[in-house]
T-cell receptor, first 112, second 114 residues
Framework: DAKTTQPTSMDCAEGRAANLPCNHS???????VYWYRQIHSQGPQYIIH???NNETNEMASLIITEDRKSSTLILPHATLRDTAVYYC?????????????FGKGTKLSVKP | DTEVTQTPKHLVMGMTNKKSLKCEQH?????MYWYKQKAKKPPELMFV???????INESVPSRFSPECPNSSLLNLHLHALQPEDSALYLC?????????????FGPGTRLTVT
């Protein structure tokens, strides 16, 4: 499975868009990009996933570059409750059993 | 019901004790998982159950014993643990048994072994 690289930490002002980058330059054609987040002392929370088209749901948007070597998770109007560690995970959709492999993630701090 | 519940929230046990962690979901999900998370580290997979059968054991020591009595319930039996087993134990479920990485996590049980 492709490895991912994320910045260790980022800050964002409350009410502004938070753009979290993820590099996955060795991604293969059948691998999806998944995003999870973990708020302090809680279980991880699924956010969104995609293959090559941009995706949007009620929580966030996922923008994947045309060459699929990087992606950006966008939280359009960040709130203090969005402060969390965000994990970008690359996995084959119909591969082995659904075992997530979490990297170190990006610690996003949303500030008033 | 759209959540995964875990009990207890906190557990303190001695090295000679036997205890169990419980996880429940009523979303009709067919796969359930146990993860272990040490402080300031990402979660690490321990076990996967698909259709109530153990399908993955990530070389977990036998002092951890999982059990899936039915499709909604997952237990983790603990015996003769070590202090280094102190961690947050997370349960998750997913709609599909195979190839699904859309997992829904419970809040976890924070375990302290004394």
């Amino acid at each position: 499975d492709a490895k991912t690289t994320q910045p260790t930490s980022m800050d964002c002002a409350e009410g502004r868009a938070a753009n979290l980058p993820c590099n996955h330059s060795t991604i293969s054609g059948n691998e999806y990009v998944y995003w999870y987040r973990q708020i302090h002392s809680q279980g991880p929370q699924y956010i969104i996933h995609g293959l090559k088209n941009n995706e949007t749901n009620e929580m966030a948007s996922l923008i994947i570059t045309e060459d699929r070597k990087s992606s950006t998770l966008i939280l359009p109007h960040a709130t203090l409750r969005d402060t969390a560690v965000y994990y970008c995970i690359v996995r084959v959709e119909w591969g082995s059993q659904g075992n997530l492999i979490f990297g170190k993630g990006t610690k996003l701090s949303v500030k008033p | 019901d759209t959540e995964v519940t875990q009990t207890p929230k906190h557990l303190v046990m001695g090295m000679t004790n036997k205890k169990s962690l419980k996880c429940e979901q009523h979303m009709g999900h067919r796969a359930m998982y146990w993860y272990k998370q040490k402080a300031k580290k990402p979660p690490e997979l321990m076990f996967v159950y698909s259709y109530e059968k153990l399908s993955i054991n990530e070389s977990v020591p036998s002092r951890f014993s999982p059990e899936c009595p039915n499709s909604s319930l997952l237990n983790l039996h603990l015996h003769a643990l070590q202090p280094e087993d102190s961690a947050l134990y997370l349960c998750a479920s997913s709609p599909r048994a195979k190839g699904s990485y859309e997992q829904y996590f419970g809040p976890g049980t924070r375990l302290t072994v004394t």
